[in-house]
């Protein structure tokens, strides 16, 4: 339990899951899939919606069908990241996360928020000492008129 770490191990545990957490959104908006992919465990399960992404192979298929598509501009901006220590190698995390985003260039006009979301998370700590997200479920809030669902979903079976 996190009652057995000591509370420097907390603090750098926290740390590295909010230096996670911050190259998530910048690795997304700048396109860095492979990078962006190494952020998960390589079993991590990924939903957002009816979307379900299961492994680092589904998780960057999404990914690179993102990038693979029109010019897309986005960033998010998360705030309010919450966690919770529960041993040296696992923790739980929530946090929102606004987004703008757009399928053209810079600059966009109007700047509309797209979607406010909850992110719930789970982490593990990883064999080669890092920190992973091992489950991120999107849970969205408030949705901007324009925003179809989430990216790369669809009916397949």
Not at 66 to 91: E, Y
Not at 104 to 117: E, N
Request: aromatic share 8%; net charge positive; glycine share 8%.
């Amino acid at each position: 339990m996190a009652t057995e770490l000591s509370n420097q191990a907390i603090i750098q545990i926290r740390l590295a899951l909010a230096d996670l957490n911050n190259d998530f959104c910048y690795f997304l908006d700048n396109n860095m899939v492979d990078e962006l992919v190494d952020l998960f465990c390589g079993d991590a399960l990924y939903t957002h919606g009816k979307r379900k992404s299961c492994g680092q192979k589904e998780i960057r298929e999404l990914f690179g069908e993102r990038r693979g598509a029109d010019k897309r501009t986005s960033r998010h901006i998360q705030s309010g990241l919450r966690i919770q220590v529960t041993s040296s190698s696992k923790a739980t995390g929530q946090s929102v996360c606004l987004t703008f985003g757009a399928n053209s260039q810079p600059p966009i006009s109007p700047a509309t928020p797209y979607l406010v979301a909850d992110f719930l998370d789970e982490y593990q700590l990883c064999e080669d000492g890092r920190w992973r997200i091992k489950k991120r479920h999107i849970e969205r809030i408030f949705i901007s008129s324009e925003n179809k669902g989430p990216v790369g979903y669809s009916t397949k079976a």
